[in-house]
């Protein structure tokens, strides 16, 4: 491999059946994103050459066998399988989460290795790619898994930050996976997130009530009373900004959410409802707190428009994007945190000179 110009930016193709390879092929379509990046597909050449040819894409795939090859200001894409595979558009089937495994698999590992710099996954179906080898609710779980630190599932479209206490979770399990463990672990992970891979000094978090209109006093449960309030008090104490809990009902459409560097909903839904609602389209999926940098587009596999040359890849270039914005910041911070009196030491003697 030549010496490292560019971002290296793994991606594996997810469901087959759906618009992954789409979104994926139209967003390095435009050549000046191999500018500033170098992307890794996790597939086969033969099958993403099938994909390009469906889609009508004007487009040169470099395959290699192996990571030492690959090529700068190229769409490479690594031979994860040489097998021909029937794809079916907007069909479920088993076989074909296989392959969204495969490819997964493959990227973490070569992530967990140093091979690449960023991984950015598409679309998985959460239903076939289920297996004695592989239960896992989704790519978060299966990460918090392989990668070091404890991970938050954020969703980010420009200053717009939802972190979750709770995600991929049933909603009458809920109540009982928040605790004060859990509150403290989650906002202490979005705290170091916003300051290492965003740039915020002192970052400002709201949190979302756990009841509607956090429980009006124990009339609509006591959770926000009696595990919400004390810990957010406890991490105030510890010189976090954090503030709530607000009254998720109306807390977007009053337009508060622009107060604050990040919003932690209780759950999924209360979170990214609005989110998606604010962003949808143009959000990206962060896995945040892990020791490596992994995003995904704000969608799932899409079904309905696979193979139809509809698919919007505009999610899926801005996870690329804020891959490698967040790999660059978070290699910034390391720098700085290295040997913090460099700079102070560099200014103290400028001034003594004058």
Same mark, same amino acid.
């Given at each position: 491999m030549?010496?490292k110009?560019?971002?290296?930016v793994?991606?594996?193709?997810?469901?087959?059946n759906?618009i992954?390879?789409e979104?994926?092929l139209?967003?390095?379509?435009?050549?000046?994103?191999?500018?500033?990046?170098?992307?890794?597909?996790?597939a086969?050449?033969?099958?993403?050459?099938? #994909?390009?040819?469906?889609?009508?894409?004007?487009?040169?795939?470099?395959?290699?066998?192996?990571?030492?090859k690959i090529?700068?200001?190229?769409?490479?894409?690594?031979n994860?399988?040489?097998?021909?595979?029937?794809?079916?558009?907007g069909?479920?089937d088993?076989k074909?989460g296989?392959y969204?495994?495969?490819s997964?698999k493959s990227?973490?590992?070569s992530l967990?290795d140093?091979k690449i710099?960023?991984?950015?996954t598409?679309?998985?179906n959460?239903?076939n790619?289920?297996?004695?080898?592989?239960?896992?609710?989704?790519h978060?779980?299966?990460?918090?898994?392989?990668?070091?630190?404890?991970?938050?599932?954020?969703?980010?479209s420009g200053n717009?930050?939802?972190?979750?206490?709770t995600?991929?979770?049933?909603v009458?399990?809920v109540?009982?996976?928040?605790t004060?463990?859990?509150?403290?672990k989650?906002?202490?992970?979005?705290?170091?997130?916003?300051i290492?891979? #965003?740039g915020?000094?002192a970052?400002?978090?709201a949190?979302?009530?756990?009841?509607?209109?956090n429980?009006?006093?124990?009339?609509?449960?006591?959770?926000?009373?009696?595990v919400?309030?004390?810990?957010?008090?406890i991490?105030?104490?510890?010189?976090?900004l954090?503030?709530?809990?607000y009254?998720?009902d109306?807390? #977007?459409?009053?337009?508060?959410y622009?107060?604050f560097?990040?919003?932690i909903?209780?759950?999924?839904?209360?979170?990214?409802?609005?989110?998606k609602t604010?962003a949808?389209?143009?959000?990206?999926n962060?896995?945040?707190?892990?020791?490596?940098?992994?995003?995904?587009?704000?969608?799932?596999?899409?079904?309905?428009?696979?193979?139809?040359?509809?698919?919007?890849?505009?999610?899926?270039?801005?996870?690329?994007f804020?891959a490698?914005?967040?790999?660059?910041?978070?290699?910034?911070?390391k720098?700085?945190?290295?040997?913090?009196?460099k700079t102070?030491?560099?200014?103290? #003697?400028?001034?003594?000179?004058?």
């Amino acid at each position: 491999m030549a010496k490292k110009e560019k971002t290296i930016v793994g991606i594996s193709i997810g469901d087959l059946n759906g618009i992954g390879s789409e979104i994926v092929l139209k967003t390095f379509q435009d050549s000046r994103m191999l500018e500033f990046c170098t992307p890794v597909i996790f597939a086969s050449v033969k099958l993403m050459s099938f #994909f390009k040819k469906q889609y009508n894409l004007e487009l040169n795939l470099h395959g290699i066998d192996s990571l030492d090859k690959i090529v700068h200001k190229k769409i490479n894409v690594l031979n994860v399988w040489q097998e021909h595979i029937d794809v079916n558009f907007g069909k479920e089937d088993k076989k074909i989460g296989e392959y969204a495994i495969k490819s997964l698999k493959s990227a973490v590992s070569s992530l967990k290795d140093k091979k690449i710099d960023v991984l950015v996954t598409a679309p998985i179906n959460k239903s076939n790619i289920q297996s004695e080898t592989f239960n896992f609710p989704g790519h978060t779980d299966y990460l918090a898994q392989e990668l070091q630190g404890d991970s938050l599932m954020l969703l980010v479209s420009g200053n717009l930050r939802v972190g979750l206490l709770t995600d991929h979770v049933a909603v009458k399990d809920v109540v009982k996976n928040i605790t004060s463990e859990v509150i403290e672990k989650k906002i202490n992970t979005i705290h170091n997130t916003l300051i290492q891979d #965003f740039g915020i000094r002192a970052p400002k978090i709201a949190v979302l009530g756990i009841n509607p209109h956090n429980g009006d006093n124990g009339v609509i449960g006591n959770e926000d009373d009696t595990v919400l309030k004390p810990s957010l008090k406890i991490l105030r104490e510890n010189g976090k900004l954090v503030y709530g809990p607000y009254a998720a009902d109306s807390f #977007f459409g009053s337009g508060n959410y622009k107060n604050f560097d990040a919003i932690i909903a209780s759950y999924h839904d209360q979170g990214l409802i609005p989110f998606k609602t604010l962003a949808f389209g143009k959000g990206v999926n962060y896995t945040a707190g892990l020791n490596r940098v992994r995003t995904s587009p704000d969608h799932g596999t899409a079904y309905d428009v696979a193979g139809k040359n509809e698919a919007d890849y505009e999610s899926f270039q801005e996870a690329v994007f804020s891959a490698i914005q967040i790999y660059k910041k978070r290699k910034e911070y390391k720098k700085i945190s290295k040997n913090p009196l460099k700079t102070s030491q560099k200014k103290s #003697f400028s001034k003594k000179k004058r």
